[in-house]
């Protein structure tokens, strides 16, 4: 098949890697001038893992990353509001920290060796299709086509999601971040997280190498004052909310090296639009409070290959991708949407609320778990998950690294 692909990112690198090397012909457009490996820390869960694993990536990936076993969410008044061990699960489990621009450069390499044809500097704007065939209008009027099957991965501000016309639950939050990554002598192995009274989250992920990826929670229409007050101001602010951090922000040179971003959540009623699929962010972006988009993203992908490679034409397996991926993206697309409110928030009856049940909620068994299986990435609805699978997967590596 001729097929396109939009989003030179996490989720479009892997489907057009992987499907140019079973044999189709894969065209790649990016927006960007030059694809980089940019971006800082994500938790990389037991999920995203076990797709990686499958895809021979995971072993590069932890040599380069952080061994997380702990989320440890304290309170500014000391207080603890959540401390959630992965190794409740098994004694293996664990997140890793690895900085996004780390997976992005194997995926993109991959795409390079494999032959993928690449058209960065293409910014697509729109889809037109007739009968089986789709074209991609790009921002100086190209039509680029016919493909056999478009996979649009554009990110969560997708434009060919807004083309569509599709019906999308959209929330675009007050809540931001600024970002850095930097020095880090302190644990390597616990994602930490500070609250504050005003409703301000700071975090710190260890990323490997010595190094941690810092995020700094602030409202959108803060960006502008904070950059203005110049670098030394913000530093003398992280340092004294959260004095751990200060290291980190102590070697910037100026506020161009910190990364802004806001987040929203998007959800699409139905994600095939005859011979066009929306995976990743594009089709159900959340904020990153829960921390897995990009473990979504990449199951997204792998599940696309593999009901393409195994249905017999293109609109069984386009239907198998939905039912296959549906309930999972439904599941943490509503939690992260339910939940987002309260992470970041100045409302003091919405804190009063998250004080009191996050401490709790933990110890009472089966919640307790429920909870564990959610950070990991391996719930798949309500009341199913696939932690069996995702735990047999890497059991089977780790018994491989023994061996080796
Ligand atoms: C530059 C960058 C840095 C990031 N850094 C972090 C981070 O530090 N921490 C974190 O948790 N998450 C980060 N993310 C988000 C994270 O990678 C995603 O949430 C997750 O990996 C889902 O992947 P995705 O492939 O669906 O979307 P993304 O990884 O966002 O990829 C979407 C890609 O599509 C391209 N694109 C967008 N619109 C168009 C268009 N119209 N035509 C052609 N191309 C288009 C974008 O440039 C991008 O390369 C970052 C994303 C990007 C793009």
């Not at 800082?40 to 040599?63: N, T």
């Not at 997280?193 to 409703?199: E, H, I, P, T």
């Not at 904070?226 to 102590?250: D, K, M, N, Y």
Request: charged share 20%.
């Amino acid at each position: 098949m001729q097929i396109a692909v939009a989003g030179a990112g996490i989720a479009g690198s892997t489907a057009a890697w992987r499907l140019q090397q079973a044999g189709h012909h894969v065209t790649l457009f990016e927006q960007a001038e030059k694809c980089h490996p940019v971006g800082a820390g994500i938790m990389l869960q037991p999920s995203g893992q076990a797709v990686l694993h499958e895809l021979g990536l995971l072993d590069d990936v932890v040599r380069d990353s952080s061994r997380i076993g702990r989320l440890h969410a304290k309170h500014q008044n000391g207080r603890t509001l959540v401390d959630l061990q992965y190794q409740r699960l098994s004694c293996q489990a664990c997140a890793r920290g690895v900085r996004r621009s780390v997976i992005f450069r194997l995926l993109f390499e991959r795409c390079q060796n494999e032959g993928v044809r690449i058209m960065e500097n293409t910014r697509l704007l729109n889809i037109s299709q007739d009968g089986n065939v789709v074209h991609v209008v790009d921002g100086v009027s190209n039509r680029h086509g016919p493909f056999d099957l478009l996979i649009a991965a554009d990110g969560s501000a997708s434009t060919l999601r807004q083309a569509s016309g599709i019906p999308t639950r959209i929330k675009e939050y007050q809540d931001a971040a600024l970002w850095v990554v930097g020095p880090w002598s302190g644990d390597e192995t616990c994602l930490q997280q500070l609250v504050g009274r005003d409703g301000r989250l700071v975090g710190i992920l260890p990323v490997g190498g010595g190094e941690c990826s810092f995020f700094w929670g602030l409202r959108k229409s803060e960006e502008k004052a904070t950059r203005e007050a110049g670098l030394q101001q913000w530093q003398a602010q992280v340092a004294e909310f959260c004095p751990a951090a200060s290291e980190i922000v102590g070697q910037l040179q100026s506020m161009d090296d910190v990364i802004f971003s806001s987040y929203r959540n998007a959800r699409m009623s139905r994600v095939i639009d005859r011979r066009v699929v929306w995976i990743g962010d594009s089709a159900h972006a959340t904020s990153p409070h829960l921390g897995q988009g990009l473990n979504l993203a990449l199951q997204d992908s792998l599940a696309l290959v593999r009901a393409l490679q195994s249905s017999e034409d293109i609109d069984s397996a386009l239907a198998d991708y939905e039912s296959a991926r549906s309930s999972t993206t439904a599941f943490y697309g509503r939690l992260t949407g339910w939940l987002t409110p309260f992470f970041q928030t100045p409302n003091r009856l919405l804190q009063f609320g998250r004080d009191l049940a996050l401490p709790v909620m933990p110890r009472l068994p089966w919640i307790g778990t429920q909870m564990l299986l959610t950070m990991a990435g391996m719930k798949t609805g309500w009341l199913a998950d696939q932690r069996e699978a995702i735990e047999a997967l890497l059991n089977d590596r780790n018994d491989d690294q023994m061996e080796k």
